[in-house]
């Protein structure tokens, strides 16, 4: 067999096991990117060995170049290997959809009774246990992505660079694909620092082969579904009704949200709150907080603010309102992570074999292991700690906890977790489980 028709996943299931898989990982998509990395990595690479490490971490690496959210284009690319487009699509709407319709529910909870503290409380626990999910996943990924010294001290400073120097993270990844292929270019040898991106001995299937008339096609079915609605409802409502403005808000947000949700927040909440009155100041804090609860990516926060936008602004009943705003918001948010996808996805399977950028996306690899750590460190802070403020040394900023803030049972909770997972080998589920029983008994207590 040629070496460049050798890409398969290790095993291959049928698009109904593919269903409950990825509907099982939508469900349990808690604890922001680390945490859905990390859960996809244990059930994809580890569990049911879809996908080999290699690859898992080169389609990572690809990801986290694209704009929007990561974790959801990481599934849709699993899902893509899988079982073409088909298994793109279902792996990319069940892990957005799930926490979609949790968020919308939320969102008329708040809107109808301006409260909603009940049900974040009831989820500490599993925000715990993600915890330690996070943990073993970047143990594990850590181990089998950086196999020199050099790409420990690239991860090093990535960590650095973005979790105290708030360097942006498109820098980051090029100055880290820089890196790596200068380093392979001096060598003038193909080293064991590139061979992992060297394809593994599995037929490539026919989609992920690269042609130019599917990347036309694909991008011209994929644009028109995601422009053409944006057409229609201003040209049936209006270029100033709420719906259109959300649509063409929405749409730019999906194109410029490179590092993940937290890099747009500000942003976000500036133009809704000031240029557009969609919300106020402190709800953007609260749709922040029902994000962090449900599951799917944090970028769920916009269905949020387009929920409250329609509602209040709408001229309809507000709860119709708000639910067609949240779907707006939906709709424009997540079209383009299966146009970047469907299109870019058999030219970066193909890039594997060049040597060269192989070196890059080590590199790059070596980057998101030190960004993966500064998310899991967020997490850990914001989850353990109910104080956090940010504080300037220098050029550096750093997320300083109050200790008098520190909470004790999200703290056991993590702990058991960790153990059961990383010593004791039990279980992701039983262990997730136990950790909500054990945050529900703790609050009742």
């Excluded at 959801?72 to 073409?84: H, N, P, R, S």
């Excluded at 950086?146 to 420990?152: A, D, E, I, V, Y």
């Excluded at 220098?394 to 909770?413: E, H, K, L, Y």
Aim: net charge neutral.
């Amino acid at each position: 067999m040629d070496q460049k028709d050798r890409v398969r996943p290790v095993s291959e299931p049928g698009i109904g096991e593919l269903f409950a898989v990825f509907a099982k990982i939508g469900l349990l998509s808690f604890g922001g990117p680390a945490g859905q990395i990390a859960l996809m990595h244990r059930v994809l690479v580890e569990e049911k060995r879809w996908l080999d490490e290699p690859r898992f971490l080169h389609a990572l690496n690809y990801c986290m170049l694209l704009p929007g959210p990561e974790a959801m284009q990481l599934a849709t690319y699993a899902g893509w290997l899988v079982q073409g487009v088909r298994g793109g699509l279902v792996a990319g709407l069940l892990f957005v959809l799930p926490g979609a319709a949790v968020l919308i529910a939320l969102s008329t909870i708040y809107l109808l009774a301006g409260e909603v503290t009940l049900v974040q409380g009831l989820l500490f626990g599993l925000k715990a246990a993600v915890l330690a999910v996070v943990l073993e996943a970047l143990i594990k990924v850590s181990r089998r992505a950086l196999k020199s010294r050099w790409l420990g001290v690239l991860a090093v400073v990535a960590f650095v660079a973005i979790a105290f120097l708030q360097v942006p993270f498109p820098l980051i990844v090029l100055g880290a694909a820089l890196v790596g292929a200068a380093a392979h270019l001096l060598s003038g040898r193909s080293d064991s620092d590139t061979a992992d991106f060297a394809d593994t001995g599995y037929a490539m299937p026919e989609w992920a082969r690269p042609s130019w008339s599917r990347f036309i096609r694909t991008g011209a079915v994929w644009l028109a579904i995601w422009l053409l609605p944006l057409f229609m409802v201003q040209a049936a409502l209006g270029v100033e009704h709420v719906f259109s403005q959300e649509a063409r808000f929405f749409s730019i947000m999906a194109t410029v949200t490179f590092g993940g949700a937290y890099a747009v927040l500000a942003y976000v909440a500036q133009q809704a709150v000031e240029v557009y009155g969609w919300l106020r100041p402190d709800e953007m804090l609260t749709g922040l907080g029902l994000a962090e609860t449900t599951p799917g990516p944090l970028i769920l926060v916009l269905l949020f603010v387009g929920y409250l936008g329609g509602a209040r602004l709408a001229a309809i009943e507000p709860v119709t309102g708000g639910v067609l705003g949240a779907l707006v918001a939906l709709w424009f948010t997540f079209a383009p992570c299966f146009l970047w996808i469907f299109a870019g996805a058999p030219y970066v399977e193909t890039v594997r074999n060049v040597r060269w950028l192989a070196a890059a996306l080590a590199g790059v690899t070596a980057a998101v292991v030190g960004v993966i750590a500064n998310l899991a460190l967020w997490f850990a802070i914001h989850v353990l700690f109910a104080t956090v403020e940010e504080r300037g040394f220098g050029p550096f900023s750093v997320a300083v906890p109050d200790p008098a803030s520190f909470d004790p049972a999200a703290a056991v909770i993590g702990l058991a977790a960790a153990i059961a997972l990383l010593r004791l080998k039990i279980g992701m589920i039983p262990v997730l489980a136990a950790s909500v029983l054990a945050g529900m008994v703790w609050l009742l207590a």
